[in-house]
């Protein structure tokens, strides 16, 4: 199946630093990117979709000033944490989405691990 | 979007056969099933996919009664690292504005 990496794998962080999270699909054009967050012992929240070349779409309670997200080409999204607090530690996932022969096909990547200190 | 819900937790032992039941009330006609596996600090891994009846592949079997308002994701022989948390999402299989929503998933621990 198709490959989605993420960079880094975790990140341990100072307090009012940002952190860059880059998502990026291997050996595919994805044709929207996804990202999640996930808090210890509890499901996948979305928090934006974006596709190439445009604003991502963020869910209701994400703030997008303080959640970057850059979709610059088909193959690679960047999730930003700015100005991060310890309440934004927690386990980002990014999913990545090709449309092939008319289905669609969604492939996740393995995650980074944010530490906010 | 089509809400699921399944069991929060699950215990099996090794080499027994597990299932999973999930239901998706008002999942639409042209949604499909899929679940998925997840184990901690990973990201979650594609398990199975179907639409109607049965379906099975080299990890697992899925099945899903005549009005699609559940589906039981089957494991047969579970083994200690089968240990994970499983998900099903329901969702169309084409088209662009399917955004994949997770629900709490079900924790499987499988006992020695």
């Known amino acids: 199946g198709a490959v989605v990496s993420q960079h880094p794998s975790r990140v341990i962080c100072k307090s009012g630093t940002s952190v860059k999270i880059e998502c990026r699909s291997l050996d595919f054009q994805a044709t929207t990117m996804f990202w999640y967050r996930q808090f210890p012992k509890q499901s996948l929240m979305l928090m934006a979709t974006s596709n190439e070349g445009s604003k991502a779409t963020y869910e209701q309670g994400v703030e997008k000033d303080k959640f970057l997200i850059n979709h610059a080409s088909l193959t690679l999204s960047t999730l930003t944490v700015t100005s991060a607090h310890p309440e934004d530690s927690s386990f980002y996932i990014c999913s990545a989405r090709v449309e092939l022969a008319g289905d669609n096909e969604q492939f996740f990547g393995p995650g980074t691990r944010l530490t906010v200190l | ?112």
């Open chain 2, 1 to 112: 979007l089509a809400k699921t819900t399944q069991p929060i937790s699950m215990d099996s032992y090794e080499g027994q056969e597990v299932n999973i039941t999930c239901s998706h009330n008002n999942i639409a006609t042209n949604d499909y099933i899929t679940w998925y596996q997840q184990f901690p600090s990973q990201g979650p891994r594609f398990i199975i996919q179907g639409y109607k009846t049965k379906v099975t592949n080299e990890v697992a079997s899925l099945f899903i009664p005549a009005d699609r308002k559940s589906s039981t994701l089957s494991l047969p022989r579970v083994s200690l690292s089968d240990t994970a948390v499983y998900y099903c999402l329901v969702g169309p299989a084409s088209g662009g504005s399917y955004i994949p929503t997770f629900g709490r998933g079900t924790s499987l621990i499988v006992h020695p």
